[in-house]
């Protein structure tokens, strides 16, 4: 299966927000209520930051919201801060499938 | 607290085997599949299976099928990837994960950094 499509960087500046999308198609995002989004620091595990599509775990910060429409998934960071600057990958099931697939990543820089 | 303590780093020559393995503890292990993921040095995620540790249900990746080995032993909490001959395109750091749900992983590993090198 081929990784999902997000766009290999997003700049954004301090207290603006951004968002970052996740593209697919009808046989995985389109057809799912299961994308999450997960942020990583270099060197450092991923950390899971939306679930479900649009669900925050506990301790997340509410900056952090997820969107879903037709094929596309996307992930906004409001008020952005220093600390969001790190990599963000989505990931979805795969609904004609077993199977689950990452997306390429998306590079947030804060300027 | 619920933790993934995975094994350490490993160096080791293309053609060796190797088994590693990601140990839970903090919660039922039974309760929740627990997946496997690839980040080859500067690269993405990648999704490489899952394995129910109830009853050792595997789904694999096309990709990583036939090249790996998910397995697990319930009775001590610990699930592992097997590789039979290694191969330099293995070097990578691989996450083991708990999946709570469909798609997607609230608890991570630490990250077991594999390097195979002749």
């Known amino acids: 299966q081929s990784a999902l499509t997000q766009p290999a960087s997003v700049p954004g500046s301090p207290g603006q927000s951004i968002t970052i999308s996740c593209t697919g198609s009808?046989?995985?995002?389109?057809?799912?209520?299961?994308v999450s989004w997960y942020q990583q620091y270099p060197g450092k595990a991923p950390k899971l930051m939306i679930y479900?599509?649009?669900h925050r775990p506990s301790g997340v910060s509410d900056r952090f919201s997820g969107s879903k429409s037709g094929n596309t998934a996307s992930l906004t960071i409001s008020g952005l801060q220093a600390e969001d600057e790190a990599d963000y990958y989505c990931?979805?099931?795969?609904?004609?499938?077993?199977?689950?697939?990452f997306g390429t990543g998306t590079k947030v820089t804060v300027l | 607290e619920v933790q993934l303590v995975q094994s350490g780093a490993e160096v080791k020559k293309p053609g060796e085997s190797l088994k590693i393995f990601c140990k839970g503890s903090?919660?039922?292990?039974?309760?929740?599949?627990i997946g496997w993921v690839r980040q080859m040095p500067g690269k993405g995620l990648e999704w490489m299976g899952i394995?129910?540790?109830?009853?050792?249900?595997?789904r694999y990746s096309p990709s990583f099928q036939g090249q790996v080995t998910i397995s697990a032993d319930k009775s001590i909490s610990t699930a592992y990837l097997h590789w039979s001959s290694l191969k330099a395109s293995d070097t990578a750091i691989y996450y083991c994960?708990?999946?709570?749900?469909?798609?997607?992983?609230?608890?991570w590993g630490q990250g077991t950094l594999v390097t195979v090198s002749s």
């Open positions: 994960a708990r999946r709570p749900g469909e798609s997607n992983f609230d608890y």
């Open positions: 903090g919660y039922r292990f039974t309760t929740y599949w």
């Open positions: 394995i129910d540790p109830a009853d050792s249900e595997t």
């Open positions: 009808s046989s995985d995002i389109g057809g799912s209520n299961y």
């Open positions: 479900d599509v649009n």
């Open positions: 990931f979805s099931d795969i609904s004609s499938s077993t199977l689950e697939v």
